[in-house]
């Protein structure tokens, strides 16, 4: 069974940092790129940061640029997100997404979504 | 950055009518790299439509993509109980990747 688990999220203060996980299974993870996308409560999906398959191509939303780190580990099947000096406004359900392609991650669709794991930002 | 306005924002049907839901974008997509997704509560997005009209795999064939260049359409030829849900359209031919604000399905 095709499968992604995100783990890591919790509640933290305004400024810290957090690392957030995401676990393969199903597929063989280096041949496509991978996706962080967010949702706070009640409204609707953000693009946060997408990675190609050797990590040759990264993108970021300017929402999230130089605080935010995307990395993937494909001898681990793990697709990371390192949060640095986070807001309240970061506060999110955070989905790790599976693109459809490899070599660049802006050319395919997301077609296998995880279900999320909880960000809180608050003092 | 390619801003897809979504509309209606909400829509109200009876099971068995047919849905249309409109997506707008602020510039061309390129290669019509325009996908639609499906979110009901409490569950993540489900991808139903890539390149603006191929279905994914195990899509019913009532759901059907169209448009290119800026405006896109999802059509929902008979809603059926379990079709009531939120509908995102997402560009992802340039970054950054960018969603439509969602339209509600909801029943009449």
């Known amino acids: 069974e095709v499968q992604l688990v995100e783990s890591g999220g919790g509640l933290v203060q305004p400024g810290r940092s957090l690392r957030l996980s995401c676990a393969a299974s199903?597929?063989?993870?280096?041949?496509?790129?991978m996706h962080w996308v967010r949702q706070t409560p009640g409204k609707g999906l953000e693009w946060v940061s997408g990675i190609n398959w050797n990590s040759g191509s990264i993108g970021y939303a300017d929402s999230v640029k130089g605080r935010f780190t995307i990395s993937r580990d494909n001898t681990k099947n793990s697709l990371y997100l390192q949060m640095d000096s986070l807001r309240t406004d970061d506060t999110a359900l955070y989905y790790c997404?599976?693109?459809?392609?490899?070599?660049?991650?802006?050319?395919?669709?997301?077609?296998?979504w995880g279900q999320g794991t909880i960000v809180t930002v608050s003092s | 950055e390619v801003v897809l306005t979504q509309s209606p924002v909400t829509l109200s049907l009876s099971p068995g009518e047919r849905a249309s839901l409109s997506c707008r974008a602020s510039?061309?997509?390129?290669?019509?790299?325009l996908a639609w997704y499906q979110q009901k509560p409490g569950q993540a997005p489900r991808l139903l439509i890539s390149?603006?009209?191929s279905r994914a795999t195990a899509i019913p064939d009532r759901f059907s993509g169209s448009g290119s260049g800026t405006d896109f359409t999802l059509t929902i030829s008979r809603l059926e109980p379990e079709d009531f849900a939120v509908y995102y359209c997402q560009q992802y031919g340039s970054s950054p990747l960018t969603f439509g604000g969602g339209t509600k399905v909801e029943i009449k």
């Open positions: 997404a599976k693109d459809s392609r490899r070599y660049t991650y802006a050319r395919g669709s997301f077609d296998i």
């Open positions: 390149g603006a009209s």
């Open positions: 510039q061309s997509v390129s290669s019509s790299y």
């Open positions: 199903g597929f063989t993870f280096d041949d496509y790129a």
